[in-house]
Every structure is written in structure tokens, then in C-alpha cells.
């Protein structure tokens, strides 16, 4: 990387981090370092909630999803402006009424501390698992760039986003936020420039979506009812509403962006803005891997896409069955650019008949690419059996790293570590607000000083920011991030909004009926995602069939589980908490 870059990237960061710091230099109370000052307008609101789900897996990993799988990966966020509406109307003024620190203190008044705490808890969990997968992405990048160890550059980051955590609390979360997603923002625009202007001299931004729609890349939208799939239109709008619901409603991560605000009024225009410019932002991510797709359809790309692999075959017993691999992938790339202009000749003279012969060719060509990669990777894992094979997350950041111009290059990086340090910190904030206000103070130390709560709360953030460390250090083991961080939302979301959804909505139903309901719920949540990783067969309907669920039906499951056992129990004696 060129000095240039290093002092764009290095410049951005210190800049948005110093701003930051100096805007919440005087906040010296749990209430201003937990909550904020209730002086946010709608827009740093919608700007820093964004900032805060948008993490640097975003940036990092859902370019990779759209190269491999398509544009079906944005029907995740189509409930999201629903999720929205919803949270404004009935949540927000719940929260402001009660003027709480964390949306669980609610739960409390409502049901009782056992209930509370159990929520919490769950929140604590999954929150935890996910801030680690914050910090293994953007690790990815340093350690490439570098040439560090991978487990020597969690750590760096870690201490990084812990030490600016600490000394700003959440009004400065918040405040840098805003400068955060300016930067993420103007550098995807600006990564789909630079791709569209990469293309070759006769292939036009249209020849580009026109190849990319025939080989389904486009495919946006999917009406079939199939509950083993991941993506579709009702999976979003069902399954994707439940999980917004849950974690802009319920998550303390999200709450405590929106809690700090001037009133309701601008609490609810900052819900209501991310939910209408988040959607067109994921579908500008997810083009940006499609146009990655095509750039790579004209410039060869990688026969794996993390080098460090690479390397190692190279330097293995392996090495000639690389070489083999690697002559054959050349001779198919050349193929298949070939076969990519007589489509686009096709499509151009709107020769449909051409069109369907080379989309079979272009068809037979690409799995024959997908085959080489297996291979490659099966060697990957003989050479090295403990080495990550996948690399869909590499995809990107090796368009960064080798076709942006100097100064670009930084850039980029400087969105990706952005969006890392606006969604770790966040979440570390939360972690210690909840562990203070809903478990240190109300049920093991009471009574103490407010100086003696604000430096529990910085000494939580550490201690969760270490946890967040340790997790990231086996963050590899899963395939794909982004699809890490929502599974591990889903296995936790549906009990956490069940029990609200209980608690805004079914008013007869006391404490100890919803918090058995929450244990049954959760544990059904955890075996169902365990039967669907495994070849089990139920007798469903009279016949034998394969039990699979995708993981945003977990969100959906698991809230109605709560609600339903919560109310069978209810009826059959509860007493009411």
C-alpha cells in the first residue's frame, strides 16, 4: 500500500476519532456516558443507527455474497421499512415514557427481575458472540495488507476500538457515527465508479447488467414458499420483520442509539430515515459485488481469492497440482470471456435464440469454474486442514487492493474501518450499559456512588471487549461473515422479542408464564437450528420428509413459541408476575 493511502486511511480514522473524543470531552456521569445528553437530531439518529448495524462484514462480505449467489441476498431487508413503522407507533413510546437507560429495565415493571435479567442475559450472549465477528473482519484486511498474524491483528484492533469506546461512551458513538457513514457512504459510490469506468473500452454499464441478468445475477426477487430457503420474498417480510423488530426494538445496541434523542418526535424520524435509505444502501453494496462479477468476467481473477492460501500451496508438496489447476482455469477464463461477447453481440441485436445458446455455454463454463475452485480449495484444506477454504470475503478487498488508483485505495479501507469501529463500538457500549444498569446495579451491587457505576461501566466495556477479542480469534470457522453475524441474531432474537411482544400486547400474561415460555422457546430455537445442520427426517403430512428451516424463520419461531407457550401456560394456572 502507498504512502498515499496510508495517509488517507490513517487520516480519516484519527480525524473522525479526535472529533469525537472532543465533542464528549465533559461527559463525567453514568447518565451521559450510558445514555447521552437527549440532544440528538433525527439525522445523526438515522445516521448512527445505520453506522451501527452497518459493520465492516457489511462491507467486507455482502460484495462476496452477490458475486457468488446474486442480488437475492437484499429480499433479507425488505421487511425492514415495516419493522420501522411498527417500532415507532408502538415501542418508542413506551421507552420514552419510562425514560430508561436499556429496553430491558421495562420488563422489570412489567413482569419481574427474573425476567429482566433472563432477556438481558440472551441479549448479552448474542450481542457478545457478534461484536467479535465486528472485529475478525476488518482483521482480515490488516493482516493481509501486513503480513501480521491474524490473532496479533484481532488483538491490535481490539485495544483500538476498546480504548476509543471507553473514553467517549455512547454520545461519542453517536457523534462519530455521522462522519462514519458519510465515509462509507461517498466510498461504495465511489467503488461503483471505479468499476464502471474499469470495464473494457466495449462493454458499456448496460452490456455489463444486460450479461449480468442472463447469467441471474439479477435475481432480486423470489415469490416461492420454501422454508429451507434463505433468501426469498416472504423469508424477508416474515422472518426478516421479526428479526428487524427484535433488533432495533429490543437490542440494546440499536435502542441506546435512539434513546438520546431531542424527543419522540426526532427518535421516530431517525427510525423511519434508516428504514428508507438502508434498503437502496444494501442494494448499492450488493451492485458494487455484481459489478465485481462482471469486472471479473473481463480481467482474470484469482483461482482462490485469498492469497495467504495461495502461498501456502505454493510452497507445498502441492505446488504442481496447483500449476495444473491454474493452466486449466486460464484456458476456461479465455472460454468463457469469449462466450461473455457473444452474449453481449446477442443481447445487443436482442437475438433471443443467441441469447439462450451462450447463456448454456456461459451455464456448463461456470460450473466447470466452480469445480476447479472446489478443487483447489480441497487442496487448500490437505495442504493446511485448519485454513478457512472459503473466500467470498476476500472477494472485494482483492478488487481493492489490486485495481483501485493510489489515494482510492485508502479510501476504501478507511470505509471498512469505519464501519468496524461505529458497529464494535456501539455494541461494546451496549454490553456494558446492559451488564451495569440491568445486572451489576440492580441485583449484586446497589447503593453505590455514580462514580463508582461509571467506572464499572468502563471496566465492563473492557472486559466485553476482551470476550468480543477471544471470539473473533475463532471467527474463521464460519463460511460467510454476514451470514454468521444474522444466524447468530436468529438464534436469539425471536425469544428476546417474544417476551416484549408478550409485554406490549397480551396484558393478562404474567411474569412466570413468560419466563418459562422464554426458556422453552429458546431451547426449541436451538434444536430446531440443530436438526436443520443435519440430515433429519420427520414424518410430516403422512410422508417422510428432509427437516430443514432457514435461519431467518428462527426470528418468527422463536416469538411465536414465547407468545404461545407464554399463553398455555397463563390459562392453565400462571400466576401473574
Known amino acids: 500500500m502507498s504512502t498515499l493511502d496510508w495517509i488517507v486511511m490513517l487520516g480519516t480514522l484519527l480525524g473522525i476519532v479526535a472529533y469525537g473524543v472532543w465533542k464528549t470531552r465533559h461527559i463525567n456521569t453514568v447518565k451521559g456516558y450510558l445514555r447521552g445528553e437527549d440532544d440528538l437530531p433525527w439525522w445523526t439518529i438515522g445516521l448512527s443507527v445505520m453506522a451501527t448495524q452497518a459493520s465492516a462484514i457489511t462491507f467486507l462480505s455482502t460484495p462476496g455474497q452477490a458475486y457468488e449467489d446474486g442480488m437475492r441476498f ?37 413482569f419481574d427481575l427474573k425476567t429482566r435479567t433472563l432477556t438481558a442475559s440472551l441479549f448479552l450472549i448474542q450481542r457478545g458472540l457478534a ?26 484492533i481490539g485495544l483500538m476500538v476498546i480504548i476509543y469506546t471507553v473514553a467517549g461512551g455512547t454520545k461519542a458513538v453517536s457523534m ?53 430457503n434463505r433468501y426469498n420474498f416472504w423469508s424477508g417480510m416474515l422472518g426478516g420483520v421479526f428479526l428487524f423488530l427484535s433488533y432495533f426494538g429490543t437490542d440494546q445496541s440499536q435502542v441506546s442509539r435512539y434513546l438520546g434523542g431531542r424527543s419522540l418526535t426526532e427518535s421516530r424520524l431517525g427510525l423511519l430515515f434508516n428504514g428508507i435509505l438502508k434498503v437502496p444502501m444494501q442494494f448499492l453494496i450488493l451492485f458494487v459485488g455484481i459489478l465485481v462479477f462482471m469486472f471479473f468476467q473481463f480481467q482474470q481473477p484469482p483461482i482462490h481469492f485469498n492469497n495467504a492460501n495461495l502461498e501456502k500451496l505454493e510452497n507445498s508438496r502441492y505446488k504442481e497440482e496447483l500449476d495444473a489447476l491454474q493452466a486449466q482455469y486460464n484456458t476456461l477464463f479465455l472460454e468463457r470471456r469469449q462466450e461473455i461477447s457473444y452474449m453481449m453481440d446477442a443481447i445487443r441485436q436482442d437475438n433471443e435464440t443467441a441469447i439462450e445458446t451462450s447463456r448454456a455455454r456461459i451455464g456448463g463454463l461456470m460450473a466447470k469454474d466452480g ?5 483447489v480449495n480441497e487442496l ?41 469501529m461505529s458497529s464494535t463500538s456501539s455494541e461494546l457500549n451496549a454490553l456494558a450499559s446492559t451488564t451495569v444498569i440491568d445486572i451489576y446495579r440492580r441485583s449484586f451491587v446497589t447503593g453505590k456512588s455514580d462514580r463508582h457505576y461509571l467506572a464499572a461501566s468502563k471496566g465492563f466495556t473492557l472486559f466485553w471487549g476482551v ?60 434444536l430446531i ?13 403422512g410422508s417422510w420428509r428432509l427437516f430443514k428451516v432457514a435461519y431467518l424463520w428462527l426470528n418468527l419461531i422463536g416469538c411465536l413459541l414465547v407468545m404461545g407457550v407464554a399463553w398455555l401456560l397463563e390459562q392453565t394456572g400462571g400466576e401473574r408476575g
Open 74 to 110: 437484499a429480499q433479507f431487508y425488505f421487511g425492514l421499512p415495516v419493522a420501522m413503522v411498527i417500532l415507532c407507533i408502538f415501542v418508542l413510546p413506551y421507552y420514552y415514557r419510562l425514560k430508561v437507560y436499556t429496553a430491558y429495565e421495562y420488563l422489570e415493571g412489567r
Open 131 to 156: 461484536a467479535g465477528l465486528t472485529i475478525y473482519a476488518p482483521a482480515i484486511i490488516l493482516s493481509t495488507i501486513l503480513g501480521w498474524r491474524l490473532n496479533w491483528t484481532i488483538l491490535f
Open 176 to 228: 462519530t457515527q455521522k462522519q462514519q457513514m458519510i465515509v462509507i457512504l461517498s466510498g461504495m459510490f465511489v467503488a461503483a465508479l471505479i468499476l464502471v469506468f474499469r470495464l473494457p473500452e466495449n462493454v458499456s454499464f448496460g452490456d455489463a447488467v444486460g450479461v449480468a441478468g442472463k447469467m441471474g445475477k439479477l435475481n432480486v426477487v423470489d415469490f416461492e414458499f420454501d422454508l429451507s
Open 371 to 375: 469445480e476447479l475452485r472446489r478443487e
Open 380 to 420: 487448500i484444506l490437505q495442504a493446511a486442514p485448519a485454513a478457512k477454504a472459503r473466500d467470498t470475503d476476500y472477494v472485494f478487498i482483492t478488487f481493492v487492493m489490486n485495481y483501485l488508483p493510489i489515494g482510492l485505495v485508502g479510501l476504501l479501507l478507511a470505509v471498512i474501518f469505519s464501519a468496524a
Open 467 to 526: 470476550v468480543a477479542m477471544i471470539f473473533a480469534a475463532t471467527a474463521g470457522l464460519f463460511e460467510n461473515l454476514i451470514q454468521a453475524v444474522n444466524i447468530i441474531g436468529s438464534l436469539f432474537y425471536g425469544t428476546i422479542l417474544g417476551v416484549f411482544m408478550v409485554a406490549f400486547f397480551m396484558k393478562r400474561v404474567g411474569g412466570r408464564a413468560v419466563f418459562i415460555g422464554a426458556l422453552i422457546a429458546e431451547a426449541l430455537v436451538l
Open 529 to 541: 437450528f440443530w436438526l436443520s445442520g443435519e440430515d433429519v427426517w420427520l414424518l410430516i403430512g
